[in-house]
């Protein structure tokens, strides 16, 4: 088996990258997801919603892929202003439970200037294990 390119079903096609990709081994990688929906379109235009879409993107990866939220290793966060962050630490967590679980992976913030879709108010990027076979 070599690597598997990871793409939810209905999602619109990713240009230039991949959403994710599944080694022999079962880990994957998920490349960093933003607040956007499936079609990459902002519903949302706060940290919160764009958090959420970000997790439930995550997820979708995973679950294509043939894991769940248990299998999560990894989240790196990057996010361009650290105070609206701390702000909404309690609601952070209150949406990172209901979308993820307590299901809780090493994990690293990162502040940055600027992403590259300038709408994105964060992107997280996550490593899971998907059991094999």
């Known amino acids: 088996m070599t690597n598997r390119i990871i793409h939810p079903a209905d ?13 022999e081994d ?3 990688y998920v490349g960093g997801q933003i607040g956007w929906t499936a079609e990459q379109r902002f519903e949302a235009h706060d940290f919160i919603g764009q958090m959420e879409q970000a997790l439930k993107n995550i997820l979708a990866v995973i679950e294509a892929a043939g894991g769940g939220p248990e299998h999560l290793t990894r989240l790196t966060w990057y996010v361009t202003d650290k105070q609206e962050y701390l702000a909404h630490q309690a609601e952070v967590g209150r949406v990172y439970r209901s979308v993820l679980g307590r299901n809780f992976p090493a994990m690293t913030m990162v502040v940055v200037s600027a992403l590259v879709e300038d709408e994105a108010l964060l992107e997280i990027e996550a490593t899971a294990k998907i059991p094999q076979g």
Request: a positive charge; hydrophobic letters at 45%; zero cysteines.
């Open 11 to 23: 999602w619109a096609p990713a240009k230039g990258y991949a959403n994710g990709v599944l080694t």
């Open 26 to 28: 079962g880990t994957l």
